[in-house]
Structures are given as C-alpha cells and as structure tokens.
C-alpha cells in the first residue's frame, strides 16, 4: 500500500492520559500535514512539517500539544493529558513538495477519550 | 480570518442528474483549489484540484474555478447513487495549509 498510513485506527484514552498518533507519507512525499476533525465539524489544519522541521504550527492548540517529523520514522502528533475535547478524527496529509501538489489523506486515527 | 465558504446543503439530486457544488473564498492570494469527497466515518478522498481560472474536466467531474469572483465550484454529470457523500471545498494559498469549508452533503437518489 503506497498511501498515507496512519495508526492507531482507533485510540482510546482516559482523561490524562498520553496519546501518540503516527503518521507515514506517501512514498516520494517529504511533506506532511495534520488536521483534526471535531464531531460534526470541518476539517481544522494543525501543523505542517518537513523532515525535521516545524514549518507551520498556527493551528495547534498552545498546550498539550506537540508534532515531530524525525529524520528516520514516521511523523508524530502528541496529546498529553488528553480531555474530553480531544474526542476528534485526526487525519494526516503528505505532499512531494507544498507548491501546487495535491495532498493526500491517510485513514485517519479516530481518538476517543473516557 | 481566511474562510471558506459552501451552500448550504443537504443537496439531493436524482440519478443521471447534474449535482452543482459551490464554494466561495475570502482570501484573494488563494492559489491553490481542491474538491475532496468524504464518505460518511472515511477519510477525505481527492476527486479535483485546479489552479488557473477556467474548466478543468475529468470524467464526469468538472472543476471551475473564477478568481475575479473568488468562486470555485464542482459539477458532477451522470450522477451515481455511489456519489452520495459530502463534498469538501479547500483552499490552500503561499502558507500551502488547507482550509476547508464546512461540506455540502450530497444525496443521489436512486
């Protein structure tokens, strides 16, 4: 499968607890994009980063919240001491390079806090 | 405050119908233009992306976009029963982020 893979599918998390979701682009793609979907809202951007970089985090919430894309491994989106406002789909997007390239979506990881 | 703007839907349209979809954007540096489809509990699926004003065609699906009047929209010909989803309007200018619009759920009835 060359798509965007992401996992867990499904996370479910206490309140307080850690959650890390992964990512993995496109083969080919150096760009990843990650953005939340509330219950029966839009699509929110939240961070855009390259390898190793944070090019964008202005849709990140200040707090808890935190992304990596290292040199070797998938992208990382981390939730410390998860609330229940967190309950959300989290999809991640890859792109060959930002100018004038689609992105593509993975699965998605569907996060649901107790 | 960049935003995007789609009608209001549920849009239902019988098969083999024309399903129009419209989008409006507020930031005129926009240059980038998707439409996304977006199954129920899925994930958002590009369908077309275009960049320069005009039509741009694939299969039964045709992109216009007018920069002048800051409006893009999707038609979809032929319309399938499979069509049923919410489509996704998003824009994307030099900050390469996307911002979606809200959807427009589509209902092709058989």
């Known amino acids: 499968n060359a798509g965007v893979m992401q996992n867990p599918r499904h996370l479910v998390r206490r309140r307080g607890q850690e959650a890390r979701l992964r990512c993995s682009p496109m083969?080919?793609?150096?760009?990843v994009y990650w953005y939340r979907q509330l219950p029966e809202e839009g699509l929110k951007f939240m961070v855009y980063?390259?390898?190793?970089?944070?090019?964008?985090e202005s849709g990140m919430p200040k707090e808890r919240f935190s992304a990596e894309f290292p040199k070797e491994g998938p992208s990382i989106l981390r939730i410390q001491q998860v609330v229940r406002g967190d309950s959300a789909a989290y999809f991640c997007?890859?792109?060959?390079?930002?100018?004038?390239?689609?992105?593509?979506f993975g699965d998605g990881t569907r996060l649901s806090i107790l | 405050q960049k935003e995007v703007e789609q009608n209001s839907g549920p849009l239902s349209v019988p098969e083999g119908a024309i399903a129009s979809l419209n989008c409006t954007y507020s930031?005129?540096?926009?240059?980038?233009f998707f439409w996304y489809r977006q199954y129920s509990g899925k994930s958002p699926e590009l369908i077309m992306f275009?960049?320069?004003?005009g039509d741009k065609e694939d299969g039964r699906f045709t992109a216009q976009l007018n920069k002048a009047s800051q409006y893009v929209s999707l038609l979809i010909r032929d319309s399938q029963p499979s069509d049923s989803a919410t489509y996704l309007c998003?824009?994307?200018?030099?900050?390469?982020?996307?911002?979606f619009g809200s959807g427009t759920q589509l209902t092709v009835l058989p």
């Open positions: 998003a824009v994307s200018g030099s900050a390469r982020q996307l911002t």
């Open positions: 930031d005129r540096g926009s240059q980038s």
């Open positions: 980063l390259q390898k190793e970089n944070i090019i964008d």
């Open positions: 275009i960049y320069s004003n």
């Open positions: 997007a890859s792109s060959p390079s930002p100018k004038d390239q689609p992105q593509h």
């Open positions: 083969k080919g793609h150096s760009h």
